[in-house]
């Protein structure tokens, strides 16, 4: 998938709001290193820094653009970014924080890959998630029925949309043998979108990347073209033009077992 930051980050906001509601829930250990797996341009990196400034903390991302931005932008921060695949991930040695923000719904098999991440914390480390649960969304589902259409089916059929999040039953089964004090909540965030197509626009610098990264330039046009007709009709303005979107997300903070 080929991403586009400053695209990402026209909604820097919004993407953000979560990231207020999780870090109060963190307590990390006093030593080890802070991992934010999926860091994408650096913009939530820099907060785990500010919040804990005599910490290493290390950005991983496996979009060579994306760490180029979190290069260019914030590589003054005292910040460390890699490029590295969470399907694959192992920390250097144990880690104290393990945090992901936004990113595990792109990573396949979270039956093996929750567990995994765990044991690569220290004892008393913390996993600390966040998910959006948007996959059966009208924003989900309208790119579903677009790529099934004739026009587009062969050309999409190798795509890799995101992974379904499991259950907040199922990830508490899964980190119940290795970790203490699972915390795993919901919460919708009512997003007011303004200009011409907002949740097309929102949807461009993510959930359509998958689609159009394997498109050429006028089909990816025409691709997109068609989602903004549909989420139109699904998120439809109100009548001072603003768009009210809704996202549901998940939250997991558990702590290693001692």
């Not at 719904?105 to 959006?132: D, F, I, K, Y």
């Not at 979108?193 to 626009?201: F, K, Q, R, S």
Request: net charge negative; with cysteine; hydrophobic share 40%.
């Amino acid at each position: 998938m080929t991403w586009t930051p400053d695209v990402y980050l026209n909604f820097a906001a919004y993407r953000v709001r979560p990231v207020a509601d999780l870090l109060p829930r963190i307590t990390p250990p006093d030593q080890g290193v802070l991992y934010d797996l999926g860091c994408g341009p650096g913009n939530v990196t820099v907060k785990l820094k500010a919040r804990w400034p005599a910490r290493t903390v290390i950005g991983v991302d496996s979009s060579p653009e994306m760490i180029e931005t979190a290069h260019r932008k914030h590589s003054e921060e005292g910040v460390t970014f890699e490029l590295g695949n969470i399907a694959a991930w192992n920390a250097s040695q144990p880690a104290a924080l393990i945090f992901t923000n936004a990113a595990l719904h792109w990573v396949p098999s979270h039956e093996t890959l929750l567990p995994r991440l765990a044991r690569n914390l220290m004892p008393g480390g913390v996993l600390a998630v966040q998910m959006p649960l948007g996959q059966r969304a009208p924003y989900h589902t309208c790119i579903d029925d677009i790529a099934a259409s004739p026009r587009w089916r062969d050309t999409l059929a190798k795509a890799h949309p995101q992974t379904t999040p499991l259950s907040a039953g199922e990830y508490d089964e899964l980190l119940a043998p290795l970790m203490d004090d699972i915390d795993i909540w919901e919460t919708d965030y009512r997003h007011v979108l303004t200009g011409e197509d907002p949740v097309a626009a929102w949807a461009s610098g993510t959930t359509l990347v998958p689609y159009t990264s394997l498109l050429e330039k006028t089909e990816a046009a025409a691709f997109t073209a068609a989602y903004a007709t549909a989420v139109r009709e699904a998120y439809p303005p109100q009548s001072d033009g603003r768009t009210i979107f809704t996202m549901r997300r998940i939250f997991i903070v558990a702590r290693r077992r001692a």
